[in-house]
Nanobody, 126 residues
Framework: QVQLVESGGGLVQAGGSLRVSCAAS????????MGWFRQAPGKEREFVAA????????YYADSVKGRFTISGDNAKNTVYLQMNSLKPEDTAVYYC???????????????????WGQGTQVTVSS
């Protein structure tokens, strides 16, 4: 079991940057793959970014590729999502998730993540 707590959300102007964090209650690197998902009102939860267990490979949704970066700090048991060039359509609740899924396409499926944080709101104004 691992508990996840997101933080760092807030209000930002379009074109600005924001970094959200996911603090885990235990070591995840080498044990869990980590992912970021988001959900806007009236829409399904969608994949944003993920990192393999070792942190050696990262994956991004086409909508955020080139703008967002997932990274981790093992010393702090924390995973980050750096968001640059933010757009109003990025507005959503951002969730951190942990999974024992090995790698590849399975990391983009929310159904493969048994552990979730409470989410943090990111709002991008025009």
């Amino acid at each position: 079991q691992v508990q996840l707590v997101e933080s760092g959300g807030g209000l930002v102007q379009a074109g600005g940057s924001l970094r959200v964090s996911c603090a885990a209650s235990k070591r995840t690197f080498g044990t869990y793959a980590m992912g970021w998902f988001r959900q806007a009102p009236g829409k399904e939860r969608e994949f944003v970014a993920a990192m393999t267990r070792s942190g050696g490979s990262t994956y991004y949704a086409d909508s955020v590729k080139g703008r967002f970066t997932i990274s981790g700090d093992n010393a702090k048991n924390t995973v980050y999502l750096q968001m640059n060039s933010l757009k109003p359509e990025d507005t959503a609740v951002y969730y951190c998730a942990a999974s024992v899924a090995l790698a590849g396409n399975s990391l983009a499926s929310r159904y493969n993540y048994p552990y979730w944080g409470q989410g943090t709101q990111v709002t991008v104004s025009s």
